[in-house]
């Protein structure tokens, strides 16, 4: 938030405040005062510039952006969210000879890409849209996840579920990660009871609901 509007803003809480406490001092020894009119003359006397046009984005805090660090020890470009609003960055395959991926066959495909994942974070691998629904290729462990403990080289797991064989070159986006907040051992403690408690639904799954 600019500090200029956070001064306004103070300075308007400690106001009213003190508005507050004159009101409650006067009205205990019974004294005829314009309340109204006190708090007019006070803010026609207070600069109001900048806060008739407020909005969310200025209330925002000014802090610093969270960093996922990484290194690239492949010669593709470094990974990036190509839109504004993307949730996730490609990873591309790194490779020194292509790889043929045949109807069903499953491989790891190293991105030559090691990340520093922030405390309560982890990254979760997705499979691309485009890949899956032209050619059938997705990540096979779904969302994969990389916890924040494991510094080493991110490797893909594909497969091709398609009906023909998948060329994939060095270079080529295979995936996109996620970064996404997660609670792990710094807020959940798991605690083994006897039971659990009863709900609604209880026990019924897998299509229990129906289908419409």
């Known amino acids: ?35 109204e009119k006190m708090n007019k003359d006070m803010l026609d006397n207070f600069d109001l510039a900048g806060l008739n046009d ?15 660090n990484f290194v690239n020890e492949s010669v593709n470009p470094d990974p990036v969210r190509e839109h504004k609003d993307d949730s996730g960055f490609d990873l591309r395959a790194n490779l020194e000879t292509s790889i043929n991926l045949k109807p069903l066959e499953r491989k790891l495909v190293p991105t030559g890409i090691f990340l520093g994942i922030p405390e309560n974070y982890e990254v979760q691998v997705r499979p691309r849209s485009g890949l899956a629904y032209k050619h059938g290729i997705t990540v ?7 916890d924040r403990g494991y510094t080493g080289e991110i490797k893909i797991l594909l497969i091709n579920l398609g009906s023909k064989d998948f060329k994939i070159n060095n270079g080529d986006r295979i995936a996109q990660g996620v970064l996404s ?13 006897d039971n659990l408690e009863k ?10 609901t129906g289908t419409k």
Request: proline letters at 2%; glycine letters at 4%; charged letters at 30%.
């Open 199 to 208: 709900t609604e639904r209880d026990v019924h799954g897998f299509g229990s």
């Open 140 to 146: 096979l462990n779904t969302p994969g996840t990389i």
């Open 54 to 68: 407020l909005t969310l984005d200025d209330l925002k805090p000014e802090t610093e952006k969270l960093k996922l």
């Open 181 to 193: 907040s997660v609670l792990n051992n710094n807020w959940v403690e798991m605690n083994k009871v």
């Open 1 to 35: 938030m600019k500090k200029g509007i956070v001064n306004k803003i103070k300075n308007l809480k400690s106001m009213n405040n003190t508005l507050k406490h004159l009101e409650d001092m006067i009205t205990e020894q019974n004294t005829d005062v314009d309340f």
